[in-house]
């Protein structure tokens, strides 16, 4: 995902720089094959999506490492607050702040009669140029990977 290769003689997806796809397979495996239990080997991934009328708050399962960016978040704007409308439409969600395991969101793209229907991060066929996404684990080795969520929960603003 961050890891293309725009000079590879072979297409970007086969990246000349081996040692990085190399050393991230190799956390996936002694953590799963061997069952080493200290090994972190995935990127941060959302475990709660809370939304308001202003803004969406992603919180993910680990603590991250975040840079802003004006793009790599969407959100679908629907007026039957269905993804699946016709007329729905994806527009980008700008990060508007970040916390340790926590991303903020700008929902303001969406015109006051639609509601967001779903989130998606890094929803495109090359998301990030090389060791440059958004959003890393907090060592910045591991990115977040690419989802999509129609689970949006309302925020309690009781707290």
């Not at 969407?74 to 993804?83: F, G």
């Not at 959003?135 to 949006?152: D, E, G, V």
Request: hydrophobic share 35%.
């Amino acid at each position: 995902m961050d890891l293309p290769d725009e000079t590879s003689p072979y297409n970007p997806i086969h990246p000349q720089d081996k040692q990085d796809v190399a050393f991230r397979l190799s956390l996936g495996a002694r953590a799963v094959a061997y069952g080493e239990q200290d090994v972190a080997f995935r990127g941060p991934f959302p475990s709660q999506i809370l939304s308001t009328p202003n803004y969406l708050k992603v919180a993910y399962d680990q603590e991250v490492s975040v840079t802003p960016s004006e793009n790599i978040f969407e959100i679908c704007c629907s007026e039957n607050e269905s993804p699946w409308d016709p007329k729905a439409r994806w527009v980008p969600a700008p990060i508007m702040q970040w916390g340790l395991t926590t991303v903020q969101i700008s929902t303001s793209l969406c015109s006051p009669t639609e509601q967001v229907a779903a989130l998606r991060y890094a929803w495109r066929d090359w998301p990030c140029d090389f060791k440059a996404c958004p959003i890393y684990s907090a060592s910045k080795i591991l990115p977040a990977p690419p989802f999509i969520s129609t689970n949006l929960q309302p925020k309690d603003d009781g707290k």
